[in-house]
C-alpha cells in the first residue's frame, strides 16, 4: 500500500487538514516539548491496547502524519497501517504501510487488525457516523482484538474553555463547532452501544495537554515546548496526578480501549 491510493473518501472531507497538514506535521514534531509529550500519550494509547502477539497487525486511523504509527511499531514489533482521508497529510506521513481511506467505510477484508488505535481522531466525525466509524473499526477486528484511543473530553471545566478558545481564536486545527464534544461517562456507554466489552475510559493529559500539545495551533505556546526538561517535569506531574482520585477527573482528555467479543 502506499499513499495516496485508495478509495475515493465517501465520508465527512476534511478540507481544512490538507490546509494545514504541512505545518500540523512540523510544529508537532520541530518541537522537543511537543514531541515528548505526544510521544507519552502515543505510550499511553499503546498500554491501553494490551499486549500483542509478535506478528500482529494494527491499524492507526486518522493516522495524520503517522508518530504514532511509527512509534507503536517500533515499541510493539508489528506491523501498523496508517489510514487517514486527506492526502495532503499522507504525504508527511513516513509509515511503510499506508493508505488513503474513510474511517466510515475501510479499504479493509473483514477480521484484518488484531488492534486499532485511534489518537484524536473521533471528535472529527460527527455524532451520526461515529456510530458506523465504530461498526467499521468492529467490522475490521479480529475476535478479541482491541481498540484504544486518545480524545479530548470536556468533563473538566477549563477544557471547554479551552476548547471555546481556540474556536473564537484560531480557525486553524480542523476544530470546529460541530466537532463532536465528548464526557468520559457518555464515550464509555456509546462503546458499550456499539458492541465492545471490557470498555475502560480514563481521565488523561493536564497541563501537559494543555501547555504542550496545542503549539501547532497557538504560537504563544511555543515557547514552553522548546525545553525536553520542562516537558520531562510536566509529564512526570501528570503520572503522579493520574492516580490522585477525584483531582484526575480534572484532565483535558481521555484514555480509552474496549474490546470485539470473541467469535463463535
Ligand atoms: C487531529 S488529527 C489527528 C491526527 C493524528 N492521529 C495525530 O495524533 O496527530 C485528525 C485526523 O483525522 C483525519 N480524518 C478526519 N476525518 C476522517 C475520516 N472520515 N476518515 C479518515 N481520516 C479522517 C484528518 O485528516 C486528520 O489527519
Known amino acids: 500500500m502506499s499513499a495516496p491510493q485508495g478509495p475515493k473518501p465517501s465520508g465527512r472531507a476534511e478540507p481544512q487538514f490538507d490546509a494545514i497538514a504541512a505545518d500540523y506535521a512540523y510544529y508537532r514534531r520541530a518541537l522537543p516539548g511537543t514531541r515528548l509529550y505526544l510521544s507519552h500519550m502515543h505510550r499511553s494509547i499503546a498500554d491501553a491496547l494490551g499486549p500483542l502477539k509478535p506478528g500482529a497487525r494494527v491499524l492507526d486511523l486518522m493516522s495524520g502524519h503517522g508518530d504514532l504509527a511509527e512509534e507503536m511499531a517500533a ?27 474513510d474511517a466510515l467505510q475501510l479499504p479493509f477484508p473483514d477480521r484484518s487488525f488484531d488492534g486499532v488505535i485511534v489518537c484524536g481522531g473521533f471528535h472529527h466525525l460527527r455524532i451520526e457516523t461515529l456510530g458506523a466509524c465504530l461498526a467499521e473499526i468492529l467490522r475490521v477486528l479480529k475476535g478479541n482484538g482491541a481498540l484504544s484511543f486518545f480524545e479530548p473530553c470536556d468533563d473538566f471545566v477549563a477544557a471547554a474553555l479551552l476548547r471555546k478558545f481556540f474556536y473564537a481564536r484560531l480557525e486553524y486545527l480542523g476544530d470546529r463547532a460541530d466537532e463532536i464534544v465528548f464526557y468520559r461517562p457518555g464515550l464509555a456507554q456509546t462503546l458499550q452501544a456499539a458492541g465492545f466489552q471490557d470498555v475502560r475510559v480514563r481521565p ?28 520531562k517535569s510536566l509529564i512526570g506531574m501528570e503520572k503522579v496526578w493520574a492516580k490522585l482520585p477525584l483531582l484526575n477527573r480534572t484532565a483535558f482528555g481521555a484514555i480509552g480501549s474496549g474490546r470485539k467479543p470473541p467469535e463463535t
Open 75 to 101: 515499541w510493539q514489533g508489528c506491523d501498523v497501517v496508517a489510514v487517514d482521508i486527506s492526502e495532503a497529510i499522507l504525504k508527511e506521513n513516513r509509515c511503510r504501510l499506508l493508505a488513503c481511506g
Open 204 to 231: 488523561f493529559g493536564w497541563a501537559g495537554y494543555a501547555l504542550l500539545s496545542q503549539t501547532d495551533a497557538a504560537a504563544f505556546l511555543r515557547p514552553f515546548a522548546r525545553s525536553p526538561w520542562f516537558a
